[in-house]
């Protein structure tokens, strides 16, 4: 079974870190690209973050210079490192995996359950 | 940054309904069109990839349309379990989400 599981959300002060990771299991990891993708509460959903399998990386403005994507394909692994938080960062943080083996796709065809963050003091 | 707009924001049909979720680009963005499904506290669904293609799955009253800048969901005989709300997605440039459709059944 193609499965996704975040952990690392909590509660961090405004200015504060905190490493987000997404096990991968059930399929071929290295062979995908990934992304983060975040959603406020009650609000909609808000892509954040792409690497690609050779590792290629992109970023939304709102997080670009404070947010770092990395991967670790031996683990099966995906990692957030979010810097100097702010309050609008606050929301559940999914890992999503592109659509295309080998390939750009373009769209998430799978998701893990999600991790909250909440940034406040 | 290509913005995309859904409407209506929220719907309330009966069980049978056909049901049109309109998404429309500020940009064309050709086919790169996606349509997820998300219920609540539960992580989104695809349901739609490249405007109209079915992901694997998915019940067959769910199809996508359209190209350019307009796009709709359609939903051919609305069940219970399709309760929920519906994104649609870009990837021509970058990747963005429309604000949402809330469907409610009556």
């Known amino acids: 079974e193609v499965q996704l599981v975040e952990s690392g959300g909590g509660l961090v002060q405004p200015g504060g870190s905190l490493r987000l990771s997404c096990a991968a299991s059930?399929?071929?990891?290295?062979?995908?690209?990934m992304n983060w993708v975040r959603q406020a509460p009650g609000k909609g959903l808000e892509w954040v973050s792409y690497?690609?399998?050779?590792?290629?990386?992109h970023y939304a403005d709102s997080v670009k210079g404070r947010f770092t994507i990395s991967r670790d394909n031996a683990k099966s692994s995906l990692y957030l490192q979010m810097n100097s938080l702010r309050p609008e960062d606050t929301a559940v943080y999914y890992c999503?995996?592109?659509?295309?083996?080998?390939?750009?796709?373009?769209?998430?065809?799978?998701w893990g359950q999600g991790t909250l963050v909440t940034v406040s003091s | 940054d290509i913005q995309m707009t859904q409407s209506p924001s929220s719907l309330s049909a009966s069980v049978g309904d056909r049901v049109t979720i309109t998404c429309r680009a500020s940009?064309?963005?050709?086919?790169?069109l996606n349509w997820y499904q998300q219920k609540p506290g539960k992580a989104p669904k695809l349901l739609i990839y490249?405007?109209?293609g079915l992901q694997s799955g998915v019940p067959s009253r769910f199809s996508g349309s359209g190209s350019g800048t307009d796009f709709t969901l359609t939903i051919s005989s609305l069940q219970p379990e399709d309760f929920g709300t519906y994104y649609c997605?870009?990837?021509?440039?970058?990747?963005?989400f429309g604000g949402g459709t809330k469907v409610e059944i009556k």
């Open positions: 490249g405007a109209s």
């Open positions: 999503a995996r592109d659509g295309g083996r080998m390939a750009y796709a373009g769209w998430f065809d799978t």
């Open positions: 940009q064309s963005i050709s086919s790169y």
């Open positions: 059930g399929f071929t990891f290295s062979s995908y690209s």
């Open positions: 997605q870009q990837s021509y440039s970058s990747l963005t």
């Open positions: 690497i690609s399998g050779t590792d290629t990386m």
